[in-house]
Protein backbone atom coordinates (compact mmCIF):
# COMPACT_ATOMS: atom_id res chain seq x y z
CA UNK A 1 0.00 0.00 0.00
CA UNK A 2 2.64 2.22 0.85
CA UNK A 3 4.40 1.23 -2.42
CA UNK A 4 1.44 2.79 -4.23
CA UNK A 5 1.62 6.04 -2.45
CA UNK A 6 0.52 8.84 -4.85
CA UNK A 7 -0.65 6.64 -7.32
CA UNK A 8 -2.78 2.92 -8.19
CA UNK A 9 -3.06 0.32 -6.42
CA UNK A 10 -4.40 -2.43 -8.26
CA UNK A 11 -5.76 -5.65 -7.34
CA UNK A 12 -6.68 -8.48 -9.91
CA UNK A 13 -9.07 -11.49 -9.08
CA UNK A 14 -10.04 -9.04 -5.73
CA UNK A 15 -12.18 -11.66 -3.80
CA UNK A 16 -9.74 -14.17 -3.76
CA UNK A 17 -7.13 -12.12 -1.79
CA UNK A 18 -7.14 -13.89 1.79
CA UNK A 19 -10.37 -11.71 3.61
CA UNK A 20 -7.71 -10.14 6.92
CA UNK A 21 -6.07 -8.68 4.21
CA UNK A 22 -8.60 -7.46 2.46
CA UNK A 23 -9.95 -5.80 5.61
CA UNK A 24 -6.84 -4.31 6.37
CA UNK A 25 -7.03 -1.73 3.51
CA UNK A 26 -9.96 -0.11 5.41
CA UNK A 27 -8.65 2.15 7.64
CA UNK A 28 -5.51 3.22 4.83
CA UNK A 29 -8.15 4.00 2.53
CA UNK A 30 -9.61 5.98 4.78
CA UNK A 31 -6.39 8.04 6.46
CA UNK A 32 -4.02 7.94 3.99
CA UNK A 33 -1.73 6.15 5.89
CA UNK A 34 -0.78 2.52 7.56
CA UNK A 35 0.20 1.51 10.58
CA UNK A 36 2.32 -1.16 11.84
CA UNK A 37 2.37 -1.74 14.91
CA UNK A 38 5.26 -3.76 17.00
CA UNK A 39 5.93 -4.88 20.77
CA UNK A 40 8.44 -2.15 20.90
CA UNK A 41 7.50 0.78 18.69
CA UNK A 42 4.84 1.51 15.75
CA UNK A 43 5.74 3.02 12.87
CA UNK A 44 3.58 4.96 9.95
CA UNK A 45 3.70 4.78 6.35
CA UNK A 46 1.99 7.36 3.60
CA UNK A 47 -0.37 5.51 1.97
CA UNK A 48 -2.53 7.91 -0.33
CA UNK A 49 -3.62 6.25 -3.05
CA UNK A 50 -6.09 5.07 -5.87
CA UNK A 51 -7.00 1.72 -5.06
CA UNK A 52 -8.81 -0.03 -8.68
CA UNK A 53 -9.95 -3.83 -8.14
CA UNK A 54 -11.20 -6.36 -10.07
CA UNK A 55 -13.53 -9.48 -10.14
CA UNK A 56 -15.79 -11.59 -11.78
CA UNK A 57 -19.28 -11.59 -10.96
CA UNK A 58 -19.16 -15.09 -9.59
CA UNK A 59 -16.51 -18.37 -8.81
CA UNK A 60 -17.23 -19.76 -12.22
CA UNK A 61 -16.99 -16.20 -14.32
CA UNK A 62 -20.35 -16.48 -16.74
CA UNK A 63 -22.80 -15.46 -14.32
CA UNK A 64 -24.94 -12.64 -16.34
CA UNK A 65 -23.14 -13.76 -19.59
CA UNK A 66 -25.58 -14.35 -22.68
CA UNK A 67 -23.64 -16.74 -24.78
CA UNK A 68 -22.09 -19.20 -21.47
CA UNK A 69 -24.21 -20.58 -19.20
CA UNK A 70 -23.03 -19.98 -15.25
CA UNK A 71 -22.54 -23.19 -12.94
CA UNK A 72 -23.06 -21.40 -9.87
CA UNK A 73 -26.16 -21.43 -7.99
CA UNK A 74 -27.60 -18.15 -6.42
CA UNK A 75 -25.90 -19.17 -2.52
CA UNK A 76 -22.54 -19.80 -4.56
CA UNK A 77 -22.99 -16.58 -6.24
CA UNK A 78 -24.28 -14.60 -3.39
CA UNK A 79 -21.01 -16.52 -0.89
CA UNK A 80 -18.32 -15.22 -3.69
CA UNK A 81 -20.15 -11.45 -3.42
CA UNK A 82 -19.62 -12.10 0.41
CA UNK A 83 -16.26 -12.47 0.30
CA UNK A 84 -15.48 -8.23 -0.14
CA UNK A 85 -17.36 -6.88 3.27
CA UNK A 86 -19.98 -3.94 3.36
CA UNK A 87 -17.47 -2.20 5.05
CA UNK A 88 -15.04 -1.99 2.45
CA UNK A 89 -17.64 -1.54 -0.39
CA UNK A 90 -18.52 1.47 1.84
CA UNK A 91 -15.30 2.98 1.16
CA UNK A 92 -14.98 2.39 -2.69
CA UNK A 93 -16.49 5.31 -4.44
CA UNK A 94 -17.52 3.59 -7.70
CA UNK A 95 -18.29 -0.06 -8.88
CA UNK A 96 -19.18 -0.61 -12.29
CA UNK A 97 -20.11 -4.27 -14.29
CA UNK A 98 -18.22 -4.71 -17.71
CA UNK A 99 -20.33 -7.28 -19.91
CA UNK A 100 -18.28 -8.84 -22.69
CA UNK A 101 -18.36 -7.05 -25.76
CA UNK A 102 -20.15 -8.53 -28.84
CA UNK A 103 -17.75 -9.03 -31.78
CA UNK A 104 -20.08 -7.19 -33.93
CA UNK A 105 -19.51 -4.01 -31.55
CA UNK A 106 -16.00 -5.06 -31.85
CA UNK A 107 -15.37 -4.32 -35.50
CA UNK A 108 -17.99 -1.36 -36.34
CA UNK A 109 -16.69 1.65 -36.73
CA UNK A 110 -19.57 3.82 -34.93
CA UNK A 111 -18.83 7.14 -33.80
CA UNK A 112 -18.01 7.74 -30.17
CA UNK A 113 -16.28 10.79 -28.22
CA UNK A 114 -13.00 11.00 -28.27
CA UNK A 115 -10.12 10.71 -25.95
CA UNK A 116 -9.25 14.73 -26.74
CA UNK A 117 -13.12 15.39 -25.99
CA UNK A 118 -12.99 13.17 -22.89
CA UNK A 119 -9.63 14.83 -21.62
CA UNK A 120 -11.08 18.57 -21.87
CA UNK A 121 -13.58 17.72 -20.13
CA UNK A 122 -12.01 15.86 -17.46
CA UNK A 123 -9.34 18.85 -17.44
CA UNK A 124 -12.33 21.45 -16.85
CA UNK A 125 -13.72 19.77 -14.22
CA UNK A 126 -10.71 19.07 -12.28
CA UNK A 127 -10.33 22.87 -12.65
CA UNK A 128 -13.45 23.66 -10.93
CA UNK A 129 -12.55 21.01 -8.40
CA UNK A 130 -9.62 22.81 -7.62
CA UNK A 131 -10.91 26.47 -7.52
CA UNK A 132 -12.94 24.78 -4.12
CA UNK A 133 -9.10 24.28 -2.99
CA UNK A 134 -9.57 20.26 -3.21
CA UNK A 135 -11.01 16.97 -5.13
CA UNK A 136 -13.84 16.04 -4.83
CA UNK A 137 -12.37 12.65 -3.11
CA UNK A 138 -10.93 14.75 -0.36
CA UNK A 139 -13.77 16.82 0.47
CA UNK A 140 -14.56 17.46 3.79
CA UNK A 141 -17.37 16.15 5.40
CA UNK A 142 -18.08 19.51 6.74
CA UNK A 143 -18.57 20.90 3.55
CA UNK A 144 -21.04 18.08 1.88
CA UNK A 145 -23.86 19.84 2.36
CA UNK A 146 -22.45 23.43 1.06
CA UNK A 147 -20.76 21.68 -2.70
CA UNK A 148 -23.58 19.23 -3.02
CA UNK A 149 -26.61 20.81 -1.99
CA UNK A 150 -29.75 18.98 -3.81
CA UNK A 151 -33.41 20.25 -4.55
CA UNK A 152 -36.45 18.82 -3.94
CA UNK A 153 -35.72 15.90 -6.69
CA UNK A 154 -32.71 15.50 -5.82
CA UNK A 155 -33.48 14.85 -2.30
CA UNK A 156 -35.95 12.53 -3.25
CA UNK A 157 -33.80 10.27 -5.49
CA UNK A 158 -30.76 10.66 -3.34
CA UNK A 159 -33.24 8.97 0.02
CA UNK A 160 -35.13 6.61 -1.93
CA UNK A 161 -31.69 5.14 -3.28
CA UNK A 162 -30.77 5.40 0.84
CA UNK A 163 -33.73 3.27 1.58
CA UNK A 164 -34.17 0.30 -0.97
CA UNK A 165 -29.90 -0.14 -0.79
CA UNK A 166 -29.84 -0.06 2.84
CA UNK A 167 -26.54 2.29 2.54
CA UNK A 168 -24.15 3.40 5.12
CA UNK A 169 -23.92 7.17 6.12
CA UNK A 170 -20.18 6.60 4.40
CA UNK A 171 -21.63 5.67 1.66
CA UNK A 172 -24.45 8.20 1.59
CA UNK A 173 -21.10 10.83 1.27
CA UNK A 174 -19.56 9.26 -1.40
CA UNK A 175 -22.82 9.01 -3.63
CA UNK A 176 -23.09 12.84 -3.42
CA UNK A 177 -19.24 13.55 -3.68
CA UNK A 178 -19.35 11.19 -7.02
CA UNK A 179 -22.69 12.77 -7.88
CA UNK A 180 -20.70 16.33 -7.33
CA UNK A 181 -17.98 15.11 -9.92
CA UNK A 182 -20.64 13.82 -12.65
CA UNK A 183 -22.10 17.61 -11.90
CA UNK A 184 -18.66 18.86 -12.61
CA UNK A 185 -18.21 16.82 -15.78
CA UNK A 186 -21.74 17.95 -16.91
CA UNK A 187 -20.47 21.76 -16.43
CA UNK A 188 -23.56 21.96 -13.96
CA UNK A 189 -22.73 24.54 -11.13
CA UNK A 190 -25.71 22.07 -8.87
CA UNK A 191 -25.87 18.99 -8.24
CA UNK A 192 -29.20 17.49 -9.96
CA UNK A 193 -31.49 14.49 -9.39
CA UNK A 194 -29.89 12.80 -12.79
CA UNK A 195 -26.69 13.23 -11.39
CA UNK A 196 -27.29 11.76 -7.94
CA UNK A 197 -28.87 8.96 -10.44
CA UNK A 198 -26.32 7.86 -12.10
CA UNK A 199 -24.27 8.26 -8.91
CA UNK A 200 -26.48 5.61 -7.57
CA UNK A 201 -25.72 3.49 -10.35
CA UNK A 202 -21.85 3.24 -9.95
CA UNK A 203 -22.39 1.58 -7.15
CA UNK A 204 -23.32 -1.86 -8.73
CA UNK A 205 -22.27 -3.93 -5.83
CA UNK A 206 -24.23 -2.40 -3.21
CA UNK A 207 -27.43 -3.45 -5.30
CA UNK A 208 -26.06 -6.66 -5.57
CA UNK A 209 -24.45 -7.13 -1.47
CA UNK A 210 -28.22 -6.66 -0.63
CA UNK A 211 -30.56 -8.18 -3.09
Known sequence: MSLAHNGVLFLDEFPEFPRDVLEMLRQPIEDGTVTIARSNRTVCFPSSFMLVAAMNPCACGFYGDSTRECRCTPAMIQRYLGKISGPLLDRIDIHVEVPAVPFKELRENSLAESSAEIRTRVECARALQQARG?????????????????????????????????LSARAHDRILKVSRTVADLDGSATVAAKHIAEAVQYRSLDRNYWS
Not at 146 to 163: I, Q, S
Open 134 to 166: FYNSRMPTRLIRKHCALDEAGERTLEMAVRRLS
